[in-house]
C-alpha cells in the first residue's frame, strides 16, 4: 500500500511541475511578443540614424542568441527586425540559416532566397542556400547553388569545400579534387 501513496504522490508532484512549466513557457512567450510590440513601436517614433543603430543592435541581438544555441529567441528578433525592414539581406540570411538548422525547408528555402533577391552577388547566400539544399537532400540544387558562390566569390574557400562535396555525392571525383585543391591553394 505505500508504494501505490508514493507513486500516487510522485505522479501528483510530476503534474505540477508540468502544469507550472506550462504557464511558465506561457508567460515567456507572452513576454517575447510583448518585447517585440514595445521594440516595433520604439523604432517607429525614432529619426532615421537612431532606427539604423537600433535594427544594427537587433541583428547583433540575433547573432548573440543563434552563437548561443537560442534558435526560437534568434528567429523572434530576426522577425521583428524584418517587420520593420523588410529588405535586411543579413537578417533574411540569419533567419534562414536559422531555419535550414531547425529543419524547416520550405522556411528556410525561403528566406535564403529572399536573401539572393535582395543582394543577388552574395556568395555568402548562395553558399547558405547550398548548404540548406545539402541538409534536405537536394544535392544537384545544392551543387547549384555551391557553383554560384564559388563563380562570385573564387576565394570563398567554405564554398569551395562545399562544392567539393557536392560534386563527391554526385560521383565527380575529378571536379571534386580540382575544388578541394583551389580550396587548399586559397589557405
Not at 27 to 47: D, E, G, K, N, Y
Request: glycine share 4%; with cysteine; proline share 2%.
Amino acid at each position: 500500500m505505500l508504494r501505490t501513496d508514493r507513486g500516487a504522490a510522485s505522479e501528483t508532484v510530476a503534474m505540477r511541475n508540468l502544469n507550472f512549466l506550462a504557464s511558465y513557457a506561457w508567460f515567456w512567450r507572452a513576454q517575447c511578443v510583448l518585447l517585440h510590440v514595445i521594440t516595433l513601436s520604439l523604432l517607429a517614433s525614432m529619426p532615421l540614424a537612431a532606427r539604423a543603430e537600433a535594427q544594427n543592435n537587433l541583428l547583433e541581438d540575433a547573432r548573440r542568441l543563434f552563437h548561443a544555441g537560442s534558435y526560437e529567441r534568434a528567429s523572434q528578433v530576426l522577425q521583428t527586425d524584418l517587420k520593420a525592414h523588410p529588405q535586411d539581406a543579413d537578417a533574411h540570411l540569419l533567419l534562414g540559416q536559422i531555419f535550414a538548422l531547425q529543419g524547416r525547408r520550405s522556411e528556410a528555402i525561403k528566406e535564403l532566397t529572399r536573401t539572393i533577391e535582395i543582394e543577388p552577388n552574395s556568395a555568402e547566400a548562395y553558399n547558405m542556400l547550398g548548404t540548406a539544399l545539402n541538409r534536405f537532400a537536394e544535392f544537384d540544387a545544392a551543387r547549384k547553388a555551391f557553383e554560384q558562390a564559388v563563380a562570385l566569390d573564387p576565394k570563398m574557400t567554405e564554398a569551395h569545400i562545399n562544392l567539393a562535396m557536392a560534386l563527391a555525392e554526385s560521383g565527380d571525383l575529378h571536379g571534386a579534387a580540382a575544388q578541394l585543391r583551389a580550396a587548399i591553394a586559397l589557405q
